[in-house]
């Protein structure tokens, strides 16, 4: 080999080493790499950024877009709440997610099956306080194990196909994979309820790490016309699911019910008192129908809230607020904001919140305008006056629009007229031009990080086809099987293939491998079909490492993972997909 090659060999070693023994960020280490490749002149500099401009990698991008705008109008939490239903655990959500997970992906690109699940399974893990860590492995996994199961399943079955067709081989059928994909999904789902899920960290996420404000704010929430909870019990509403929470009582008319029976049925007009910390008040806030009561000021519909925050206020001392009832403060007038809840420390607050006398030391969750802290920072009537970073108002009457846009995303996906990058982006201006999210919104949803990481992995792996260091390796493994019979030459295609698979890019690896594939069947006298086949599962195939496919880049932020955590779950699966591809295809297209 070259140097050049025995270069971009050592410079993949160092970054895996180096992400194995979690020396920096993934997006750092692989920069580096690529950047270095670069400056040796291995790879030019047009081929060290080209990643950026990869079609796969922009739409990993305009996804995330389209996934914030759902977020923002609310129909996350609504599909998140029919999919994951009222299960408690981990592997409950796992069995839940798996049918539209696989089946999304069977026939969609894996990459916005994953982009638009991830808002959904950190929404359900934050609120019941089990660890991302736990079902966003799994998540990428059912989404790669899907793209296995037809031919338009994942873009490296269509390569495959592709490259069979230009071999003369017959055209694969569009379910002509399923008949190994279905049981390997199968099998790889129970392997994650029964195996992998030992193997998976239990890693608090970024929020958690820094931890949450044990401040217990005392708030009134009526149940409006239309809001979804009429009719419900409280147990079946997840009223009693959320962390940090606790409804007090419930005031029906002249009627106080306290303590409250998880199977109490909620009606129109309740008012509902709960003593909660802040993200549970932006839970609370989130749900269509259900507004705060304390302060007459608030402004409850969607349209009206666009523009408002939430913030933090502390009473001093001096405040001409002290000794006045919540109800009788007239706060809209003077700060041009609305009480939401309050906090006295040392306490518990009981009763009405609008009969509440304030003290100094109190601290109001308000309903602001955009400005109110920096109009209001100075201000002698408060201590300390504070954004509430996550809270953000629902856009609850955009959220037909924005289905609209996703159905039309996947509807565009499956028909194949209009490539899949030009789709995403369609979907991701269009949401932004109906005010689903607003622009500087849709700027702070994009992950750089992610995006960084999938482009400069790209970089690598041009480094390595260019320099023949991919080839000469694949010659050297094909070389061990001289001998091994059909099924031994079948085993060499595989793993050889699952490798590189982990090293460059999926269609890169089937690309590159196939013709060896080809070479083998015909020196045996085999039937080329089943090593075509071994090529595209085992290309699809990419569990052991974050950089192999770019889901697994996507969930390694949000769920904390380390390199290793990748290794310990996804080389025991590849192994055991290994054997069921090595049984199987032989069985349904023979030698």
């Known amino acids: ?204 996420d970024l929020l958690e790490q820094l931890g949450e404000s044990p401040r217990e704010f005392l708030v009134d929430m009526q149940i409006q016309p239309g809001c979804r909870l009429i009719g419900q019990r409280i147990q079946d509403a997840g009223l009693r699911r959320l962390p940090g929470l606790f409804l007090i009582e419930i005031t029906r008319g002249d009627q106080i019910i306290a303590p409250v029976d998880p199977d109490q049925i909620l009606r129109e007009g309740d008012y509902l008192t709960f003593t909660g910390v802040v993200t549970t008040i932006v839970d609370l806030e989130r749900i269509a129908g259900l507004v705060p009561i304390a302060d007459e000021a608030y402004e409850a519909h969607s349209v009206a809230q666009r523009g408002r925050r939430l913030c933090e206020a502390v009473i001093s001392n001096t405040s001409p607020l002290i000794g006045k009832t919540i109800r009788d403060a007239n706060f809209r007038a003077a700060y041009n904001a609305a009480i939401v809840a309050v906090h006295r420390g040392g306490s518990r607050l009981k009763g009405r919140i609008g009969d509440i006398v304030l003290r100094a030391g109190d601290t109001l969750l308000l309903q602001t305008g955009p400005h109110f802290v920096s109009a209001h920072r100075n201000n002698p009537d408060f201590y300390l006056v504070s954004r509430v970073e996550e809270a953000r108002p629902v856009r609850h009457d955009r959220a037909s629009v924005s289905t609209l846009l996703l159905l039309g995303l996947i509807a565009l996906m499956m028909s194949g007229y209009v490539p899949i990058v030009l789709a995403a982006f369609l979907a991701a201006g269009l949401m932004i031009a109906t005010r689903c999210i607003s622009p500087a919104d849709a700027r702070q949803s994009i992950d750089w990080q992610t995006l960084i990481t999938i482009a400069s992995a790209l970089g690598i792996a041009q480094a390595l086809q260019k320099t023949g260091a991919a080839e000469v390796i694949a010659h050297h493994i094909f070389g061990i099987t001289e001998g091994l019979g059909p099924r031994g030459a079948l085993a060499a295609v595989y793993l050889a293939t699952m490798i590189f698979t982990e090293l460059i890019t999926n269609n890169a690896a089937a690309a590159l491998i196939f013709p060896f594939a080809m070479a083998l069947a015909a020196e045996g006298g085999f039937d080329p079909r089943p090593f075509a086949m071994a090529v595209a599962f085992a290309a699809s195939a990419s569990f052991a490492t974050p950089i192999g496919y770019q889901t697994n880049m996507m969930v390694c932020g949000p769920g904390g993972y380390r390199f290793t955590d990748f290794l310990r779950v996804g080389i025991p699966l590849s192994l055991i997909l290994f054997l069921v591809a090595i049984v199987l295809v032989p069985l349904i297209w023979p030698f």
């Open 1 to 204: 080999m070259s140097w050049e090659a025995w270069l971009s060999l050592g410079t993949v070693v160092l970054v895996f080493i180096g992400l194995a023994k979690n020396v920096g960020p993934a997006d750092v280490l692989l920069t580096g790499g690529v950047v270095l490749l670069g400056l040796a002149g291995v790879i030019t500099p047009f081929e060290v950024f080209a990643g950026f401009s990869n079609q796969g990698m922009l739409t990993v991008a305009a996804l995330f877009i389209v996934a914030a705008g759902l977020r923002e109008t609310g129909v996350l939490d609504a599909v998140g709440g029919r999919i994951l239903g009222r299960t408690q655990t981990a592997n409950g959500a796992m069995l839940r997610m798996t049918a539209p997970v696989v089946g999304m992906s069977a026939f969609l690109n894996n990459t916005p099956v994953v982009g638009l699940f991830m808002p959904i399974v950190t929404d359900w893990c934050r609120k019941h306080q089990i660890s991302p860590s736990s079902l966003l492995i799994p998540l990428s996994y059912l989404a790669i194990l899907g793209g296995t199961c037809t031919l338009i399943g994942t873009s490296t079955n269509l390569v495959v196909n592709g490259l069979m067709i230009k071999e003369g081989l017959p055209s694969m059928s569009l379910f002509e994979l399923g008949y190994v994909g279905l049981p390997y999904a199968a099998i790889g789902l129970l392997y994650l309820l029964l195996i992998g899920r030992r193997l998976l960290p239990d890693r608090k």
